[in-house]
């Protein structure tokens, strides 16, 4: 999930400390760009010096030079040290990121996806070189499918919305198959993912929106007419618990009205971590529903991806799983590669995330069970922690218990001269990395805090502090100060309008000096 | 549990502020049918020392492409990846930040993905490239719905070349027949790929041509280019191969529109499959037809430059369903791979490398030419070339791999039921001499 959605423009920069004669400010050291600093001749790699053989390219040869600027390895290492420096991360703080679930990442998972036997193998080497992968991965299968309480999943699909994909050309598949082409109608709530209804189109199908009721959860009874009609219906993407963080109550009653009706029952899994060990989705009757291994299972996010979207598939929807996949035959495991007849086809080169395979697996193995519930425990504890202690300084979106993410609005910034986006900018002076904001759009001003189980109870302490004391300065009519936020980061508020109207999308050498100028 | 920090204390007092009785009560909204009693039926939590000892285990059940002499290429490329590279991309500001949305604190990021986007547009010679897709595969999918798009969806037809990689002309089948979107028909087959200009009428889109192609051969785009912008088509170039890029006139230098490809052979190991990084570049007018993420510069409230994720007007998360593309995740950390491996070569490196990749290759064709039974099919080459042997080339690398040598990928794996007696062989600069004499050998053996 992303906490963009509004582009920001600097209202007033306020002040600032004396400037430095090279521009750095101690650890923040000012760096420039590669292409500034860098020239074609410099290189970080010592390599032999070729031979010169005849070409065989086909008369095809590049001529003259890319334009690439090398870096000696020093220079390189310092040149990325220092950028690294301008960045937040999990490691150095709080990252409430609602719906994103940015936790702990163990570094063993990081050692584990760096073994020989499991990196450096070719996705096309033979069956019998690669039994040690192959079986990495009808294990992790085998977890995926029993926490989830289905009984296939699709391994390759390379992130959520990949999945998602996965998810809904199933289900197209399966109505073709059943001469149901023309089910082409998919009911969404207007909370959900914007990769939901971009899925859905993408997929051919049209977007039906649901509104909510005023408790967050979908309005049943404008489902329940849009199914009195309902032959055109193909199903229903819900993501459980919402993006409210609520659980959906309804959710068995819904499953049953899509399927009587002849729909399916898409089930975006972007919130599962607050399920996991305590509620299999197979029991709730969906039909799909992917999983953000990158979130729930901890793969790291890397600053966007890679991400992976193993996507579980039920009784109905199995036999038009992609290709390729992977089935025990006696002691061996094979890689089915070739789409049989009901197969919807195939979603990329190869056979998916297997670096992220490998430190899911990891992940899971070292929690097992029992840590995995008692994760998901603490993961919903934490955020109904966060909510309870803010909710008198702060407005939640909804009155009652939460699951894994408190929701609060804006109304407790009425009147103030402040708005979210300022209130979030502010966070960043704090410390902390804001949360996502204006996300759910059906809440106005969104605030959606995830703090997931990877805080300790001091740490929130900290963050319910701060928070509180950001809430009652705007209280106190602070407007100015807030606006100016962040002061203390690498960079002032930078200005993202100015960046859509004018797209500046690489570095370009500077203009040459005018020909006249030249000719002089 | 190592990974959690709360203990029983915690939670108890947690619990009183929140103002119920139990972790239970948390759970209430969820009907009681469906509340699992006890655990799930998998192991309990386990040491550090006993989930690597399993893991390691599978580690050592395969033969990885360092151990022995290695010759696979067909879309996945072993290169030598300087120890910097990867030491950088686990910096925790790296490793453990989200997709940069707050631009104040992800500089570090954004200012890679910028010199990331500049090195993929002069690499492919186009003037803009967005911040990655998932791999070369779902990237050339991505281009052909974006080239309909560009087209108003006028034209609903994409002609794919018969040197195509046979994945990605799948993958892209399977990601378009969802939208109308018309594939011309085809089989993966060798030296037919100029011939793709008898197939582009005026419903056109795209044609979509790999240089190298599947097979090895380097082709001459320029030709294509002509014929298709003649009749209102769009050129899309695909590569598997960034490094050939360090020894081939560019795709953008030969007309192409679109530029795909897989990233992986610069930074990224072959990690059996996943996660690589699609490359995706365009023409500067297209730009907002672009899929996926893209960063810009702009200036901060003290006019100071700084850079954001920009143009998101096209993405998901604000348009929903009229967005370019459902594409959200990308492949992050790969791109600081990539960017950082590029700098490291720069010019000078990056064509030293594609010169090496290039002398091994012919040095090994001209060793497996020599051999009877095989012949090099190839008129040209970078670092991958087609051999035809006496026999079964599935059979060939299974005898192979039993001698501990990875010998290539037989091409009827990708295309089953032909081309079988086709192997396709690749060799970059970790092929030593011994390795290729090794290989050789166990061949040369094998088919006699």
């Known amino acids: 999930m992303n906490s963009g959605g509004r582009p920001t423009r600097p209202v007033a920069a306020g002040s600032n400390p004396p400037q430095t004669v090279s521009g750095s400010k101690a650890l923040n050291q000012v760096q420039k760009l590669i292409f500034e600093i860098g020239t074609p001749r410099r290189t970080g790699v010592d390599l032999p010096e070729p031979k010169g053989t005849e070409s065989r390219l086909g008369s095809m040869e590049r001529k003259g030079d890319i334009g690439l600027p090398g870096l000696s390895e020093p220079e390189t290492l310092r040149h990325y040290i220092r950028l690294s420096q301008k960045n937040y991360a999990i490691d150095l703080g709080v990252y409430p990121l609602g719906s994103c679930t940015m936790k702990h ?17 070719h996705p096309l080497q033979p069956e019998s070189t690669v039994q040690g992968a192959l ?57 959900a993912h914007g990769t939901n209804p971009a899925t859905a189109v993408r997929c051919g199908f049209s977007v039906d929106e649901i509104p909510g009721t005023d408790q967050g959860c979908i309005h049943m009874e404008t489902l329940r007419e849009k199914l009195v009609h309902g032959d055109d219906i193909a199903g229903i993407m819900l993501t459980n618990p919402n993006t409210c963080g609520l659980f959906e109550r309804d959710v068995i009653e819904i499953a049953d009205l899509i399927h009587k009706t002849g729909g399916y029952f898409y089930c ?116 109904n922690y966060i909510q309870a202690s803010l909710s008198d300084v702060m407005t939640p979106a909804f009155g009652g218990l939460c699951m894994h993410e408190a929701l609060f609005d804006d109304r407790f910034l009425r009147d103030t001269g402040i708005e979210t986006l300022d209130f979030a900018k502010a966070m960043i002076d704090e410390g902390y990395h804001p949360m996502t904001m204006y996300f759910p759009m059906v809440v106005h001003g969104a605030m959606l805090i995830e703090p997931t189980e990877s805080e300790s109870r001091e740490e929130l302490d900290r963050f319910i502090t701060s928070m509180r004391s950001l809430a009652e300065r705007a209280g106190s009519g602070d407007v100015e100060n807030f606006k100016a936020a962040p002061i203390h980061a690498p960079l002032r508020r930078l200005d993202e309008t100015r960046a859509a109207r004018n797209p500046i999308l690489r570095w370009k050498p500077p203009d040459e000096p005018p020909k006249a100028a030249k000719q002089a | 549990m190592r990974y959690l920090p709360l203990n029983e204390n915690d939670r108890r007092a947690m619990l009183d502020v929140v103002g119920v009785g139990s972790i239970d009560d948390l759970f209430d909204d969820v009907p009681e049918s469906v509340r699992l009693k006890g655990l799930v039926d998998l192991p309990r939590h386990q040491s550090e020392q006993a989930v690597e000892r399993y893991v390691s285990a599978l580690s050592d059940k395969s033969i990885s492409a360092s151990s022995v002499p290695f010759f696979c290429g067909a879309g996945a490329y072993k290169h030598h990846i300087p120890a910097t590279v990867d030491h950088l991309i686990q910096r925790s500001e790296f490793l453990t930040a989200y997709t940069p949305y707050q631009p104040e604190i992800s500089q570090g990021t954004l200012q890679a993905l910028f010199e990331f986007q500049t090195q993929v547009a002069l690499l492919t010679g186009m003037e803009v490239a967005n911040a990655s897709m998932y791999d070369g595969s779902t990237a050339c999918a991505e281009a052909v719905i974006m080239a309909t798009r560009a087209a108003r969806d006028k034209r609903r037809r994409a002609v794919l070349a018969p040197g195509l990689h046979p994945y990605y002309a799948a993958a892209t089948q399977t990601l378009v027949q969802t939208l109308d979107i018309d594939i011309n028909e085809r089989d993966t087959r060798m030296g037919r790929d100029a011939h793709v200009i008898d197939h582009i009428d005026d419903d056109t889109a795209c044609v979509v041509v790999q240089s190298p ?135 000078t490196g990056l064509k030293r490398l594609a010169a090496l990749n290039h002398e091994t290759a012919c040095a090994l064709a001209d060793e497996i030419d020599a051999i009877n039974g095989a012949k090099v099919l190839n008129d040209s080459f970078f670092n ?65």
């Not at chain 1, 840590?371 to 504890?381: H, N, P």
């Not at chain 2, 990224?268 to 023409?283: K, S, T, Y």
Request: hydrophobic letters at 40%; one cysteine or more; glycine letters at 12%.
């Open chain 1, 268 to 383: 975006d899994g972007a919130n599962f971590n607050a399920l996991v060990g305590r509620v299999r989705p197979g029991d709730l009757g969906i039909d799909a529903m992917h999983l953000n291994l990158h979130k729930t299972f901890s793969t790291p996010h890397g600053g966007g991806g890679p991400g992976s979207g193993p996507t579980v598939l039920s009784e109905a929807l199995k036999d038009y799983a992609p290709v390729p996949f992977v089935v025990k035959d006696g002691e061996s495991y094979r890689l089915i590669e070739d789409a049989d007849n009901r197969s919807f086809g195939r979603m990329c080169a190869f056979h998916g995330q297997m670096g992220m395979f490998i430190r899911a697996l990891t992940y899971m193995m070292s929690h097992g069970a029992d840590g995995l519930k008692q994760a998901t425990e603490d993961a919903v504890l934490n955020a």
């Open chain 2, 213 to 347: 192609n599947f097979f090895g051969e380097i082709i001459d785009l320029r030709p294509i280019c002509e014929v298709a912008h003649a009749r209102g088509a769009l050129l899309i170039a695909v590569f598997t191969e960034p490094v050939a890029l360090g020894a081939l006139m560019s795709p953008g230098e030969q007309g192409a529109d679109i530029v795909v490809g897989e990233g992986q052979g610069l930074g990224v190991g072959l990690n059996f499959g996943g996660p690589h990084i699609g490359l995706f570049a365009c023409r500067q007018r297209l730009v907002r037809q672009m899929p996926g993420r893209i960063c810009g510069e702009t200036v901060d409230a003290n006019g100071e430059r700084g850079f954001v994720l920009t143009l998101s007007t096209r993405e998901q998360h604000i348009r929903r369903e009229k967005a370019t593309s459902n594409i959200c995740t990308n492949s992050g950390l790969c791109c600081m791979a990539f960017t950082i491996h590029m700098t490291l070569l720069g010019d």
């Open chain 1, 105 to 121: 990442n163990p570094r063993l998972n990081e050692k584990m996806a760096r073994l020989q036997g499991l990196a450096d193998v």
């Open chain 2, 384 to 448: 991958e070339f087609t051999v035809r042997l006496n026999t079964s080339a599935a059979g060939v690398v299974e005898v192979l791999a039993s001698k501990n040598i990875l010998g290539g990928v037989p091409v009827s794996r990708l295309t089953p039921g032909r081309n079988e007696d086709l192997l396709l062989v690749c060799a970059t600069e970790i092929v030593s001499r011994d390795d290729m004499r090794v290989f050789g050998a166990a061949l040369e053996e094998t088919l006699s």
């Open chain 1, 135 to 191: 079986e990495l991965i009808h294990e992790l299968a085998h977890w995926i499918t029993t926490l989830t309480g289905m009984p296939t999943v699709a391994m390759s699909p390379k992130a959520g919305a990949h999945g998602e994909l996965c998810g809904m050309m199933a289900i197209r598949a399966r109505l073709d198959a059943d001469g149901e082409s023309k089910r082409r109608r998919v009911l969404v709530p207007e909370s």
